[in-house]
């Protein structure tokens, strides 16, 4: 009693009961507004969540997170124009309804879409997360050092740039992260002489330039136009899905859920990934596929079922072990580290009164996406015509007050400005921006552990393979690297053959 007690004060918080509904509406706001990203937004929000308790803080970058989830769809359905990378699933079959004069029932269909998706998902963290979390402690520095190693190789491996850029921008991440005094012996390393850079490059700074400066950047280098303030291309009637129709979905989103959780559970792989791989099984088995990508309400499930089913289980292997699911949980790793808290197995020893508050917010939150989607239904139209014109400028304090915000030094902001060049140069060659960071997070945890090893072991590198489990990882990565490699090779063969034909 006296535990739940301590749980139920921390979530009736008035900071929780107020920062969670606002996170979902910015989230939802933020998601249906063609060329603003809920990683821009949590990027840029973050170092202001460092003046908030713990709870509130985190509650509010997963309010963010999870409404625009579901905002993104918004802009996909009623102006063919993603809010969010996995959004472009929904639009193939959102579009052409709202076309046809249905954007309403796609709306609709989303939304339940999404609050289940939501809800299953966060019952799967629920259940498996301390589960994880009990096999994880029985993890030291070898199992952990292999781990690491797994993620990043995975991560690498899914990239939608491929192999190469994809080890590229986590190499690049690693060495970032080692900038700064060794860990062992206290030498500078790669600080050119700067004291600004003796504890590391700045997380939040980083995080601003390398996600939201680049976004801001070329839009004004590609704009032509002059302001802005046209209408909404297409009007609609908000218009529920009957009760036939959604029980006819169900299948469609339970399984497109399913997709979802497992594969948002997979350090790396994401919602893109996730929505593409159920909406390719919806158009397998559904009754109507010969619809899909010409308006079928099932298409429009398929994806932000297995959108909104991502979200909360990227938090299981974050939760149990500290690795972060995606872009979204790496800058909720450093959110904990900011708070003094260490997300991994022994999170759920030392602060389980913050875990199952966590928990309970979650639940709340999935209810507020499903509350707020239907009493904003009649504005979403206007959401999505907002021009990015009137918004950047805004956006762009933003950014500057939370560089500086977090230290109180100008030096921040340089180290913003030059990351935004490196997002730029990433971006120009293809380096996945994710890959980077999530490697720039990892690194001294893979260093760290690298360091107890040799030094328990006195140098000798056998020690690494003194483990089966993590010889299980070692195994995992190197067939995961294998198949990426064979699976690049049949490619530029088709193409080849393509080119030949």
């Not at 060329?35 to 803080?57: E, K």
């Not at 500078?188 to 330039?209: H, S, V, Y």
């Not at 136009?225 to 299948?251: H, M, Q, Y």
Request: hydrophobic share 55%; glycine share 10%.
């Amino acid at each position: 009693m006296e535990h739940w007690t301590s749980v139920f004060a921390l979530v009736l918080d008035w900071q929780v009961l107020v920062f969670l509904p606002l996170g979902v509406v910015l989230g939802t706001f933020i998601g249906a507004i063609p060329g603003l990203t809920v990683t821009m937004a949590v990027s840029i929000l973050l170092p202001f969540t460092l003046f908030l308790d713990t709870l509130p803080g985190l509650v509010l970058i997963l309010g963010i997170y999870k409404g625009g989830l579901f905002g993104g769809s918004i802009s996909a359905i009623l102006l063919n124009v993603p809010g969010t990378p996995a959004a472009a699933c929904t639009m193939l079959d959102g579009y052409p309804l709202a076309r046809q004069g249905r954007a309403g029932e796609a709306i609709d269909a989303s939304l339940w879409a999404s609050f289940l998706g939501d809800l299953l998902s966060v019952l799967a963290l629920i259940l498996f997360a301390g589960l994880l979390a009990a096999i994880g402690l029985r993890f030291g520095p070898v199992e952990l050092f292999a781990l690491i190693l797994f993620s990043l190789t995975v991560i690498a491996a899914i990239s939608t740039s491929g192999l190469i850029r994809g080890l590229i921008g986590g190499l690049l991440g690693l060495l970032a992260g080692t900038v700064g005094l060794d860990l062992v012996y206290g030498t500078d390393r790669f600080t050119f002489g700067q004291a600004n850079l003796m504890e590391g490059i700045a997380f939040m700074p980083l995080l601003i330039g390398l996600f939201a400066l680049p976004d801001i950047i070329l839009f004004y280098a590609r704009r032509r136009s002059p302001l802005r303030t046209d209408a909404p291309s297409l009007s609609f009637k908000p218009v529920r899905l009957g009760r036939a129709a959604l029980i006819s979905l169900l299948p469609t989103i339970t399984k497109g859920s399913a997709i979802g959780i497992v594969l948002g559970a997979i350090p790396g792989i994401g919602a893109t990934t996730a929505t593409f791989v159920s909406y390719a099984e919806a158009r397998r088995t559904a009754p109507d596929r010969e619809r899909f990508g010409a308006g079928a309400l099932s298409g429009v499930a398929a994806a932000e079922s297995a959108n909104s089913g991502t979200g909360a289980a990227t938090l299981i292997p974050l939760l149990a072990l500290g690795i972060p699911g995606d872009v979204i949980t790496a800058m909720l790793l450093g959110a904990f580290y900011f708070h003094g808290l260490a997300p991994g197995p022994l999170l759920f020893q030392n602060n389980l009164d913050l875990v199952h508050g966590l928990y309970i917010t979650l639940l709340i939150s999935s209810a507020i996406v499903f509350l707020v989607g239907r009493s904003m239904v009649g504005g979403f139209q206007w959401i999505a015509a907002v021009p990015r014109d009137l918004l950047y400028p805004i956006v762009i304090v933003l950014m500057v007050v939370g560089a500086f915000a977090i230290s109180n030094s100008i030096f921040d902001i340089y180290v913003m400005v030059a990351m935004g060049a490196v997002g730029l140069v990433f971006r120009a060659l293809g380096v996945p921006a994710a890959a980077f960071l999530i490697g720039f997070v990892l690194s001294p945890l893979l260093e760290n552990n690298m360091r107890r090893v040799l030094l328990m072991s006195r140098g000798d590198a056998s020690a690494f393979f003194d483990s089966w489990i993590a010889n299980c990882f070692y195994a995992a990565t190197a067939i995961v690297v294998v198949a990426i490699i064979i699976r690049a090779l049949q490619s530029r063969s088709s193409r080849r053959n393509a080119r030949t034909n």
